[in-house]
């Protein structure tokens, strides 16, 4: 990983993890019949990467990521975290991001950030501390006091991340963190995601339906397809780093986005 | 917050309106006085029934009974609602039937409850409990479907218990839908309590309301009218009130 020029880490980077998916295949049951949602999907991601999954509705990349999580078992094949398998939920490896009002509406930000860690029964001025050091690594100090439906969408997902990051895991999943937002704040959350993952270290995983969100953040991105859903194309994104927005009207950045739109169209 | 207050102004200003329309029509004969009492003579009557001690246990009965009718419908009914609603299939069964049993006056009941428990307090704790626990088990399934499961997600992935997810998410998901419910579900058990005192009962205000009728003391009937709206009005009021304070929840 290339840290940011202009970032000074809050932390050293650390703790970063390392995924293996081996053969993995999710079959659903509904009603009598089987669908496969995901077929043999092998992946490997090295510490500190920022891989993005893309691909049409129903190829299985929020599957796989609620599977990355814990949330859900492979049927078949195996995922390892930091070379252990993941079968349930482990908030010491894994913090997740999820879409949009996923905030617990009736507590403040930083009793929302703290969540993870009183389920954990840790000290409330422990967790107050380090809810404190989390927001203002998402660059909201001072807002912790206040409740979801005072924040706008940008905020409410920087407090998301905040929750996500405040156990420090090595890997950190992003489930369409930004679907919901305009595009302006979009763009920004993009850049200010950039800057956290420089500061921290993780690996980070991100599904997101945005080709161009999928370029402009990622190491990688991984193309996948639907029926049964599989990988299709796995690029390496070349563009220097720190990311700009001149970028994204450059021939690097089209050729790459051109290649995954032709992948998603051939299978939609 | 002029609004608000023009808003506030013009809710008191119809209230006051109606008491002086109900004063005049009485003070001026427009309306027979022995039917209508005025205002000022009605909250007159009301003070003074106030100082009886003979009214004041009447309102202590019925009060107890209104409470233990709630204490017992709530709680069964809520465990109920909350067992439906846990269960898909068990829920797919059972609410079409709740739906037919709430849809049955319940006053038709009561002379059967007056057959099996008599004429007393049992009958008119059990009655309440019958007029109240339907509506307790419906609010409470639609609470606990209420929860997004969003929050039952986020609350597994940082691996939450069984026990911190009932306590953690589903009660304060649920929180501002319950009050709601209390609130409703005591409409309810005041007008079963008050409806079995006034059919046949010996004592409570219920009792004093009918008997104040049948013998044509209208003063006293008007005033018991208004102690019951009071009590009831205060009661809704104090529930909405913790309920605007957790409004923001549902979002």
Sequence with gaps: MQPLANVTPLRPAQRAGAIEIRDVGQVFRTAGAEVVALS???????????????????????????????????????????????????????????????????????????FPLALRGIAKAERRAKAEEALKLVGLEGFGKRHPHELSGGMKQRVSIARGLVQDPPVLLMDEPFAALDEQTRMTMGDELLRIWAATGKTIVFVTHSLTEAVYLADEVVVMSARPGRIVDHLQVSLPRPRTYEMLSGDVFGSLRDRIWRHIRKSA | MSDRWTISLGRIAIVLALFALWETLSRFGVVNSRLLPSASDTFGTLADLLQRSSVRSDLAVTATEVLTAFA????????????????????????????????????????????????????????????????????????????????????????????????????????????????????????????????????????????????????????????????????????????????????
């Excluded at chain 1, 609620?66 to 894994?94: C, Q, W």
């Excluded at chain 2, 986020?154 to 998901?173: D, H, K, M």
């Excluded at chain 2, 219920?206 to 009937?221: D, P, R, T, V």
Aim: with cysteine; aromatic share 12%.
């Design chain 1, 40 to 114: 043999q999907v092998s992946l490997e991601i090295k510490p500190g990467r920022f891989v993005v999954l893309v691909g049409p509705s129903g190829c299985g990349k929020s599957t796989l990521l609620m599977m990355l999580a814990g949330l859900r078992e492979p049927t078949s094949g195996s995922i390892l975290i930091n070379g252990t398998p993941i079968t349930k939920p482990d908030p010491d490896r894994v913090g997740v991001v999820f879409q949009e009002a996923s905030l617990f509406p009736w507590l403040t930000a930083e009793e929302n950030v703290e």
């Design chain 2, 72 to 251: 017992l419908a709530v709680p069964f009914g809520g465990l109920i609602g909350f067992l439906i609603a846990e269960n898909r299939y068990f829920a797919d069964v059972v609410k079409p039937l709740l739906f037919f049993a709430f849809s049955i006056p319940k006053s038709i009941f009561l002379p059967m409850f007056i057959l099996v428990f008599g004429v007393g307090f049992s009958q008119k704790v059990g009655f309440g409990f019958f007029s109240t626990i339907f509506i307790v088990i419906m609010s409470t399934a639609t609470a606990v479907e209420s929860v997004r499961v969003e929050y039952l997600t986020v609350a597994r992935s940082y691996g939450a218990t069984r026990a911190q997810t009932a306590w953690r998410v589903y009660l304060p998901s649920m929180l501002p839908v319950l009050l709601e419910a209390l609130r409703i579900s005591m409409i309810f058990n005041l007008t079963g309590v008050i409806l079995a005192e006034m059919y046949a009962s010996r004592d409570g205000i219920g009792h004093q309301i009918a008997s104040w009728g049948e013998n044509f003391q209208m003063k006293q009937l008007l005033a018991g009218v208004v102690m019951v709206a009071a009590i009831a009005i205060a009661f809704n009021e104090i529930i909405r009130w913790v309920e605007t304070r957790c409004s923001h929840w549902r979002t």
